[in-house]
């Protein structure tokens, strides 16, 4: 196919050339002529000037030139439109080669190569047949002089004798039979000429119907390439497409990812801060507790060891129903510290789980991310995959 090609442009550019040269050719014929016509009207206006002056052998002169001037003028007219033919041929086939495609060619230089196999065996038929009527014709003139010489010769039989008489109308069949000998040997070889023709005409036409084949072939083989690059550009774009919006969700995942760290880790700092406040609260009062304990037992064992009476025993049951209400204030105390504490492990409980959904989901996210990108990847990218890493998020 690329021979093809570059065999039409060199076809061209010789054509181009071609024109060129006739352009400049027709230019120098049209000047040609303009200075032919000046020397015509010049010669005219002289043949005026003569004729008055009455100087007729040299207006016979001027007339004699004007004829050639004329023969020449029609030469160069009729030189000039055969070249007006010719580039006018040219043209149209320059206008063919510029409109026409591959095929079209081709299809022309096949029929150009028919035409001239064609113009060829008819003129070497043509010239056979000249051939074989040339001997036809100088066997009929070669025994029409045998048939003169046999006359002659049967002239002078009656005068000389009849023997060389006879002898002459033997050598005389003999030479007619060798003539209709070489007219069937002419004949059979004109048939075996013409099947040779037709065998020749079989060939070319199945060579002819191979290069048929090979140039639709190459037809199909160029759309194939022409087809094939423009999906090798589409799967290009496809894929810059896909790197510009896996750039993109690439960005997203990693804002995502960093909007969920910023504010897990905020949630986390908020529930620590939280529960140890509490702790730090829930312990003072616990140490508060603890030192109010010890002091009253402490003063129970100082009003265990005292007896004193009645008054005494008064005083201790008075003292321990005070000590009594003391201990169920620091045993409800106790109790609502231990309820607060069981609430607070709840809530650090409940924290912890929210922030483990929060980050299954968000991992969840960025696994249906990361599986629209692969989908994108298998379904746009044709000739060079693109190797990508999950995104993974470790809290």
Not at 76 to 82: G, I, P, Q, V, Y
Not at 104 to 111: L, S, T, Y
Not at 329 to 355: M, P, Q, V, W, Y
Request: with cysteine; proline share 0%.
């Amino acid at each position: 196919m690329r021979n093809c090609s570059s065999d039409g442009s060199s076809h061209l550019t010789r054509i181009e050339v071609h024109l060129k040269e006739n352009e400049k050719e027709i230019k120098k014929l049209k000047q040609e002529v303009e200075d032919m016509r000046s020397m015509s009207d010049e010669l005219l206006s002289h043949n005026n000037i003569f004729s008055t002056n009455g100087d007729f052998s040299v207006l016979k002169n001027l007339e004699a030139q004007i004829d050639s001037l004329k023969e020449e003028l029609k030469y160069e007219t009729a030189l000039r439109s055969r070249i007006e033919e010719e580039l006018s041929c040219a043209l149209s086939e320059l206008r063919f080669y510029r409109t026409s495609t591959v095929d079209d060619i081709a299809h022309q230089e096949k029929n150009e190569v028919e035409l001239q196999h064609e113009k060829s065996m008819v003129n070497f038929l043509n010239e056979l047949k000249a051939q074989i009527h040339f001997n036809l014709s100088s066997s009929i003139e070669q025994k029409n002089t045998n048939r003169s010489i046999l006359k002659k010769e049967y002239c002078s039989e009656k005068l000389f004798g009849f023997g060389s008489l006879r002898k002459t109308a033997y050598e005389f069949m003999n030479e007619v039979v060798e003539i209709c000998r070489r007219g069937e040997i002419a004949i059979k070889s004109l048939d075996e000429l013409q099947h040779k023709h037709s065998v020749l005409q079989k060939q070319y036409n199945g060579s002819h119907e191979l290069i048929e084949d090979a140039l639709h072939k190459v037809a199909e083989l160029i759309n194939l390439s022409q087809t094939l690059t423009k999906e090798r550009d589409g799967a290009i774009q496809n894929k810059e497409r896909a790197e510009c919006e896996l750039s993109q969700l690439r960005l997203v995942i990693d804002k995502l990812t960093e909007e969920s760290n910023q504010r897990t880790r905020e949630e986390v700092e908020k529930v620590k801060a939280e529960a140890n406040e509490n702790i730090e609260n829930l312990l003072n009062e616990l140490h508060h507790m603890e030192k109010e304990r010890y002091q009253l037992a402490i003063q129970l064992e100082c009003y265990k060891t005292k007896d004193i009476g009645n008054h005494i025993n008064d005083i201790y049951n008075e003292g321990e129903s005070k000590l009594d209400c003391q201990l169920d204030s620091f045993r409800k105390r106790a109790i609502h510290a231990e309820s607060l504490c069981d609430e607070l492990k709840l809530r650090l409980e409940t924290e912890c789980n929210n922030k483990e959904r929060l980050i299954a989901s968000k991992q969840v996210e960025i696994e249906q991310l990361n599986g629209k990108v692969t989908i994108i990847l298998t379904s746009e990218t044709l000739h060079e995959p693109v190797h990508l890493t999950k995104i993974h998020i470790n809290y």
